[in-house]
């Protein structure tokens, strides 16, 4: 086997890690929620997981391939079983045709998902664009692969939707791949179908790939539409992302799953083939009763985060933090302007003095500052309590 020269610098005394990990800053998320679990008698509005318990019918699954005996590898793509179900499940809700033999890749967590897929088609130096605020791993994924981040900044009075005006200012012949997250963390936006297509007819017009992370798109409180791989044009360019972790209360289980083109699925099979094997067998059990028997657990969890989403809006526009009303998700991000802080002082001096747990909007990108993420993944006693408290700070420290 011919092995190339490393494009990493000499080592030195002072560090053996390869310069394109040293860089890459640690998660602003849980940096945080380190200090946090420190401190008693804390509101958290801060983690992203739902505060339900995995419905009974999916644990039992898992508990009965358990008593089976069903503890072995699955194949590298995945239960076919489970590929099935995601294969039929994904064009009955949101449209679109995969083959369960060479376009369906089970996954652990759609993390690792769109780990695979950018190693799996960036040479060093392709540019990929993305939207901010986004979630934390986005532009380091990138960057482990040797790729250019090039993250594209996103508006509250655009309802925090990517705009086809600002990725043709960002666009240049190097860039590749652009990367989507609707229903978004951490501003809970969401797309129209009017939406996408613009946005599709942007990716067909410079010939880029597009890598969809819809893993809250069951968690959506505008209609739904089909995905942005159903538009015409879209499907060969497209790589779909989704999984169970959100909507079915799984995030434990980090079952997920990919969708697309052959060879982009091919490649990614090879490199989890050569790192993970297969997701945790159990838990793919698990996936499939989701999927087949779930679904009345699922609509009303989602209902129930709609209705918290409802109060926590108008309970943080009534204290003059300016929150747009998101469209999916469990996540709001109100603005915090009005107390002339920093994001990362908004959240320190919050939890310091009322013991509320808040993420600072700018470890979501420097487009988030000004803003905190509050996910409303907690129980209603809890928002309303962190309600109270808020007002109490925010009275405290309003500039003027």
């Known amino acids: 086997m011919n092995v190339s020269k490393s494009p990493c610098k000499e080592p030195s005394s002072s560090s053996r890690v390869a310069p394109h990990i040293q860089d890459i800053p640690k998660s602003g998320i849980r940096k945080f929620f380190d200090l946090v679990s420190t401190m008693r008698d804390v509101i958290s509005l801060g983690i992203g997981e739902p505060d339900f318990v995995t419905p009974w019918r999916i644990r039992e699954a898992m508990l009965y391939s358990l008593q089976k005996g069903y503890t072995h590898y699955t194949s590298n793509l995945g239960d076919r079983r489970l590929r099935e179900v995601i294969c039929r499940h994904f064009r009955q809700r949101y449209g679109g045709e995969y083959s369960p033999v060479n376009q369906c890749l089970v996954t652990v967590g759609v993390s690792e998902g769109l780990d695979l897929a950018v190693r799996a088609v960036i040479c060093p130096g392709d540019e990929v664009l993305y939207h901010e605020p986004c979630y934390v791993s986005y532009g380091p994924t990138v960057a482990m692969a040797h790729g250019v981040p090039v993250s594209v900044r996103t508006r509250a009075e655009h309802d925090f939707v990517v705009q086809v005006e600002d990725l043709e200012k960002a666009v240049t ?112 059990f698990g996936a499939i009763e989701a999927l087949q028997g779930a679904e009345k657990e699922r609509e009303a969890m989602r209902r129930e985060y709609e209705q918290r989403r409802n109060v926590i809006v108008k309970g943080f526009n009534a204290l003059g933090l300016t929150c747009f009303m998101p469209r999916g998700a469990f996540y709001v991000f109100p603005c915090i302007e009005s107390t002339d802080m920093k994001s990362t002082e908004f959240a320190e001096r919050l939890l310091e003095e009322e013991r509320v747990a808040v993420v600072p909007g700018d470890a979501f990108g420097a487009s988030g500052e000004g803003f905190v993420r509050c996910s409303y993944a907690t129980g209603m006693k809890e928002i309303q309590e962190a309600l109270a408290r808020i007002g109490h700070f925010v009275e405290r420290h309003r500039k003027g």
């Not at 995905?227 to 060969?236: F, K, L, R, T, V």
């Not at 995030?251 to 982009?264: E, K």
């Not at 490649?267 to 997701?279: E, G, N, S, V």
Request: charged content about 20%; glycine content about 6%.
């Open 173 to 284: 012949p190097r860039t590749k791949v652009l990367m989507l997250n609707y229903p978004n963390n951490p501003t809970g936006a969401g797309m129209t179908w009017e939406d996408k297509e613009k946005v599709a007819e942007f990716a067909i017009r410079h010939n880029l790939l597009v890598f969809s992370d819809e893993i809250y798109e069951d968690l959506s409180y505008i209609p739904r539409s089909p995905s942005i791989a159903a538009i015409p044009g879209m499907a060969e360019r497209t790589v779909v992302f989704n999984g169970f972790s959100k909507a079915y209360a799984m995030t434990g289980m980090r079952v997920a799953y990919a969708l697309g083109p052959r060879d982009i699925i091919d490649a990614m099979m090879k490199i989890h083939q050569y790192t993970i094997l297969c997701a945790p067998t159990p838990c793919q």
